[in-house]
């Protein structure tokens, strides 16, 4: 049976770029923003993305293009069938926790869109209304489970239908509409008045906020944006044909990446300032106090709309890169259909994401290291999980397999010279910087 695989360069960009951008962007990014100081945190995580979290893509990219296979198969393959493979079923896993709770996030994006078509913020009310209303919602019982069911169905939906004419055609509409209405918005954010405050928030360094704690939550904020560690860009990279450049593709991930993410502060900040309220609001940045910021500015109702359609099509398109990475196993390895597949990854993911949401009502009461539910599972996966895997992926890649190899599949056989003039540079940072500067920032995070 022939693989399926991305159908063009752009396809293929266009849904790496997707997998990168989603609600790291415009949900943990602005708030992260402001609890670590503003433009001096967006500094250190510019330098962590291309001097780290790069070199980590990219081998990636050369783990998944090279076998032209699932993760799993990816690690056994080029391993010679050895301990590696265990790498490749933890890359497998990972996301699946990750998708979990992922769309209990999604699910509340569904649920605040179809609030702003009903202009259910633009009654004047309170932040503190604004507030209740988001704690009344995720607290409940059935609202919550209903839009996490229909975001993880949606997902499903779209990975269902294949590659080339699922996962890249959503992505080649739905990509382009994001960053047209993201753009949309900081436009006009940065009109308001009293906007100038958010945008020298954002672009006037303080670095006397740097510590270890904000340089571990950049490069955990890179990690969870650029979809690193658990298997999503090496499974994505191995449906990408062998005649394409793995630096462009890579470094074209992370521009897009980074730029959407300065595009989303830039939407949100300068609005937050505007009206006077708290940066450092944390995660109800974007469904408690931009509501209330809605209700506020004029035609705020018609911002709310694009602003929470943009957080669904952002939700989805990395909501779809995660349940590939299982989907293809399965396919590939325990040869299910794909729609068997899906089926089967969709109930699992239902069940652990409905415990998480269930985490801020019915139970409530449970705890796991001094939090709930959920967030026990967003702290293992974007703090710990992840983080490991990276490690492990970038020691595989500069320890285990061939030099020779990695050379040859980064340049193309060699027949990209550029590439190959920066290769050394690169096996550097793969090989030592990478692992060392990953252990040393988790460490500073964990003290």
Known sequence: MSRDSFGSRFGALVAMAGSAVGLGNLWRFPYLVGENGGAAFIIVYILLSFLICLPIFISEFVVGRRSQKNAYA???????????????????????????????????SVDYLLKSFTFSFTGGESQSAMATMFSDMVSSTWAPLLAHTGFLLTTMLIVVVGIKDG???????????????????AIYSVTLPGAKAGLDYLFNPDFSKINGEAIAAALGQAFFSLSLGFGTIMTYASYVDKKENIMFQSTATAVSDLMFALIAGTAIMPAV???????????????????????????????????????????????????????????????????????????????????????????????????????????????????????????????????????????????????????????ILIRYVCPLAIIAIFISGLL
């Not at 493979?85 to 998708?99: D, K, S």
């Not at 996962?167 to 918005?185: G, Q, T, W, Y």
Request: charged share 10%; with cysteine; aromatic share 14%.
């Open 74 to 108: 990816a690690f056994r393959d080029l391993s010679g069938g050895s301990a590696w493979r265990w790498v490749g079923l933890f890359t497998i896993i990972v996301p699946l926790i990750v998708l979990s709770y992922y769309s209990v996030i999604g699910g509340w």
């Open 167 to 185: 996962i890249e055609k959503f992505s080649k509409v739905m990509m382009p509409l994001l960053f047209v209405i993201v753009i949309a918005i």
């Open 273 to 427: 300032f505007a009206f006077g309220i708290n940066p450092q609001s944390g995660p109800g940045l974007v469904f408690e106090t931009l509501p209330y910021v809605f209700g506020q500015m004029p035609a705020g109702g018609f911002i709310a709309i694009l602003f929470f359609l943009a957080l669904l099509v952002a939700a989805l398109t990395s909501s779809i890169s995660m349940l590939e990475v299982a989907v293809a196993y399965l396919v590939e390895e325990k040869n299910l259909s794909r729609i068997g597949a899906c089926v089967v990854l969709f109930v699992i993911c239902w069940v652990v994401g409905a415990v998480c949401s269930l985490s801020f009502g019915p139970l409530s009461h449970v705890e796991i290291a001094g939090g709930n539910i959920f967030d026990f599972f967003d702290d293992l996966s974007s703090n710990i999980l992840m983080t490991l895997g990276s490690l492990l992926t970038v020691l595989f890649v500069g320890w285990r397999l061939k030099k020779t190899d990695v050379y040859d599949e980064f340049t193309n056989g060699g027949a990209i010279s550029r590439n190959a003039k920066i290769f050394g540079v690169l096996w």
